[in-house]
Structure formats: C-alpha cells, structure tokens
C-alpha cells in the first residue's frame, strides 16, 4: 500500500489542480460581462487659470462628475480604481494627460455617484500651451478582480476649452 505522505501529496495535489481550474473559470466568466458605464463631466467654472513665475500654465477648475459605473461590479470585482484626467494636443507633444482626479469605489453600491468637486491634482501644462485650447475629460478605469487580471478602460467626453486670457 502507499504511504500516508504519498496519500497526502496526491489529494493536495489534486486539491490544488481543482482550486486553479475553478480559478480560471472564474476569470474566464468575467470576458462574458459587458459593462455599460455611463459618465457626465460639467465644468462650472475656471476658478484661476495664470502663468507662473516659472512660465508654466496652471488651471484650476469646479466641476460636477456624475457616473453610473455599477456595470462594472461582477461577483469577482474587488474594487474599482476611477480618474478624471483632462487630455490636450501641444505642438511639442501629440497626447498630453493630467490628472485631475481620482477614487477607489469600493462596492457596487458606491459605484453610481455624484460629486461636485475642484481638480484634487494641479493642472499645469509645461510651457505657456492651454491659452484657448480645446480638451477632452476622459474618465478612466481599473477593474481590480478578486482573481483573474485587471482591465482598464476609458470613457471621452469632447468638448472643453479654456480662455484665451489669463485671469
């Protein structure tokens, strides 16, 4: 007869085999959800929008953020990681990203929210390059699963533009 590590080592074995294919079918019934998160940015003012000393563009902005993103929970979602970042062309660069924004919604309870806040990271351009220009707010997003891998997507909303003037 076999022994009783022998015995052991087989039903771990086979204890683990089970746990990893359950695992991966569990990740492979996420790719089956089709999430249809809905997002509004309203940007209510330009608070101050000034060249620094340094001759660097610095924007500072009030805006509301209403989203529904409870489409994105699934029995294996941990929590979602959102941002808010304003996203612009310059001659020297083709995608400029800042972020203005983010969050960690915990729950699906959570995930459908309203908040009237002001940029919570400086929006500063390295040049004197947002006078008059047009912007998208692109909300984005980092599903964390409970197991399986992290997706991220984005939702653009077109637009915005900033003053002429400095004020």
């Known amino acids: 007869m076999h022994s ?14 089970i746990l990893a294919f359950i695992c ?3 990740s492979f019934s996420d790719n089956l959800n089709t999430p249809t998160p809905t997002s509004n940015v309203q ?6 929008f000034q060249k620094k000393p340094d001759g ?10 209403s989203a529904n993103l409870q489409s994105l929970f699934t029995w294996n979602t941990k929590q979602v990681f959102v941002f808010l970042a304003a996203e612009y062309e310059t ?12 969050g960690i919604i915990p729950s699906k309870v959570n995930a459908e929210f309203w908040i009237h806040t002001t940029n919570k ?4 351009d ?4 947002l006078r008059g220009r047009h912007f998208n707010l692109t909300l ?3 599903v964390m699963p409970k197991t399986g891998k992290m997706f991220a997507d984005k939702l653009v909303m077109t637009g915005y533009r900033l003053p002429q003037a400095y004020r």
Do not use: C
């Open 140 to 142: 984005h997003w980092h």
């Open 121 to 124: 990271y400086r929006f500063i």
């Open 24 to 26: 991966a079918i569990a």
């Open 4 to 17: 009783f590590g022998y015995r052991a080592n087989a039903l771990l074995t086979f204890a683990v085999t």
């Open 43 to 48: 940007v209510l003012n330009i608070n101050r």
């Open 56 to 65: 660097d563009d610095e924007v500072s902005m009030t805006f509301n953020i």
């Open 126 to 129: 390295q040049g004197s390059n």
């Open 91 to 102: 001659p020297k660069n083709s995608l400029n990203q800042v972020s203005l924004w983010d």
